[in-house]
């Protein structure tokens, strides 16, 4: 799922300083479960803003909505009636959501309560750690299920670096080594005869290299 | 025991400390409440297992939210005390209404105008 974390309240206000009519609008689904920007997360910024909005005089009318998906024209719909009604939008879901709904209402100031952060699982309650990133050509069967451009601090696809200790990544130390994990897994499933296959540098152009990446699906297009 | 603790405290009692959700400490706050003082069970006695290890860690964010919003975080304070712990309970109150008193009322009470304002400006 797609992770995120709320932006500083301070950094919010400035943000939104000069509307009035603001609608705090959360996203039922990833940013929900990451609990960054779901109902609850909604009425708690909501609560602050309004204290922050109290105390530096900034004149904030806030209204709360939690849709299913903000990443979805149908589920956008659904909100259009408190859209209309407010100045601005304060949206609480990810990147996609927020310009889903900034291209939705092209007059409507749309803004950015969260900070997306990557893709992600929940490792344990409150933990969420990164497992991909969406480079665009999956290299996950050559690595035993452990994903080197995310779990390897330095990306490396002939690893490892030589640099961990312990069983400890050496650029973050809170992090288990992804090439020990790489070589562990693929030792487990007896197919450590992978690694000894020289991976060629790999290639960025389906990642950011190529631009705002597109995918066509010709059989479902209308 | 009897004990006289002071009558300006309003006791809301809830099932276990681990009932309450950030949600209730911001929302008391934005209605003008000048202090909450939430008073758990001692650490390692929750009936619940961990009911008041959960509060004070909703407690800390919720004092971390408010310090971004501007707002004294003193103003919430999370307690632990034994159920049977009376003294306790009422030099906790006691202290708390002191830290209170000394920050003055909730500055959001202070600013928002009555609905009387309102109707006739």
Redesign the interface.
């Known amino acids: 799922m797609i992770v995120a974390e709320r932006k500083?309240?301070?950094e919010l206000v400035d943000i939104l300083k000069g509307h009035q009519k603001i609608l705090v609008l959360g996203c039922g689904t990833c940013v929900t479960v990451c609990l960054a920007g779901g109902e609850?997360e909604v009425?708690?910024l909501s609560?602050?803003?309004?204290?922050?909005s109290?105390?530096?005089?900034h004149g904030f009318e806030l209204e709360e909505l939690t849709i299913e998906r903000q990443c979805d024209n149908v589920f956008i719909e659904t909100a259009a009636e408190i859209i209309e009604r407010n100045d601005a939008i304060l949206s609480l879901g990810c990147g996609a959501g927020v310009q889903a709904i900034a291209e939705r209402y092209r007059e409507k100031p749309v803004y950015a309560g969260l900070n997306t952060a990557f893709l992600g699982i929940l490792e344990e309650r409150g933990l969420w750690t990164e497992k991909c990133a969406a480079c665009g050509a999956c290299v996950l069967h050559q690595y035993g299920g452990i994903c080197p451009i995310t779990r390897c601090a330095k990306h490396m696809l002939n690893g490892p670096c030589g640099g961990s200790r312990e069983d400890r990544c050496e650029v973050r130390p809170d992090r288990p080594c992804g090439w020990q994990l790489i070589y562990q897994r693929l030792k487990s499933i007896g197919q450590l005869d992978r690694l000894t296959t020289i991976a060629p540098p790999k290639n960025w152009e389906p990642s950011l290299g190529g631009g705002c990446r597109v995918i066509v699906r010709e059989d479902h297009r209308i | 025991m009897r004990l006289q603790y002071p009558t300006n405290i309003r006791i809301i009692r809830t099932p276990c400390t681990g009932k309450l959700?950030?949600?209730y400490f911001?929302?008391a706050?934005?209605n003008g409440a000048d202090g909450v003082l939430v008073a758990g069970c001692e650490e390692g006695s929750c009936h619940f297992s961990e009911g008041n290890l959960m509060a004070k860690r909703r407690v800390n964010y919720t004092r971390q939210?408010?310090s971004?919003?501007?707002?004294d975080r003193e103003r919430l304070r999370m307690v632990n005390i034994g159920a049977a712990d009376a003294t306790i309970f009422v030099a906790m109150v006691k202290d708390m209404i002191e830290t209170v008193r000394a920050l003055g009322p909730n500055?959001?009470r202070r600013?928002?105008p009555s609905p009387k304002q309102e109707i006739h400006p």
């Open positions: 500083s309240i301070p609850r009425s708690i609560s602050a803003l309004r204290i922050a109290n105390i530096g005089n | 959700e950030v949600e911001m929302r706050f934005e939210i408010l971004e919003a501007g707002f500055p959001i600013t928002k």
